[in-house]
């Protein structure tokens, strides 16, 4: 097994997306790339932690590759706008590509589009978001993201 980790702006979205792909183990919500340990949603969404929200993704490479995820990520977002997606706006809602390894750096860095603005950085530690959050759209909590 192998971890994706991606920011694309609400990451409710993006795990009701990853976890019906065929391959894909588990996804999990929370957040990555900021300098409070352990932060709680409320201030993530101030924008005070330096954290992206982000779907964490364990996936089977025999059955999908992170090439295929990654045609997934640049679909399902638009990796032209900083640190927005739609209506949501600050540093948390930013395109990010977290990697886990040199392979996946270069697989995102060929596969990104000419005008995207999203980030390549080394993978962090990574916080899971409150239970509450974990799998939101499937418990029917919210229609849209």
């Keep these: ?39 709680s949603y409320e201030q993530v969404c101030r924008g005070k932690t330096g ?7 364990e996936f089977d490479p025999a059955k999908v590759s992170y090439k295929e995820l990654l045609s997934i990520f640049w679909k399902i977002h638009d990796p032209t706008q900083i640190n927005r997606q739609g209506l949501d706006v600050g540093k948390q809602y930013r395109s990010v590509i977290f990697y886990h390894n040199e392979e996946q750096r270069k697989l995102a860095e060929k596969s990104k589009p000419k005008n995207a603005v999203t980030e390549l950085v080394p993978a962090k530690k990574f916080y899971p978001a409150e239970e509450y959050y974990q799998k939101y759209l499937q418990k029917g909590k919210g229609r849209v993201c």
């Design 1 to 39: 097994m192998q971890k994706a980790t991606f920011g694309a702006g609400c990451f409710w979205g993006p795990e009701e997306i990853f976890s019906k792909v065929k391959g894909v183990i588990s996804t999990t919500v929370g957040y990555m790339g900021g300098k409070v340990e352990n932060p």
């Design 51 to 57: 954290h992206a929200e982000v779907v964490q993704i």
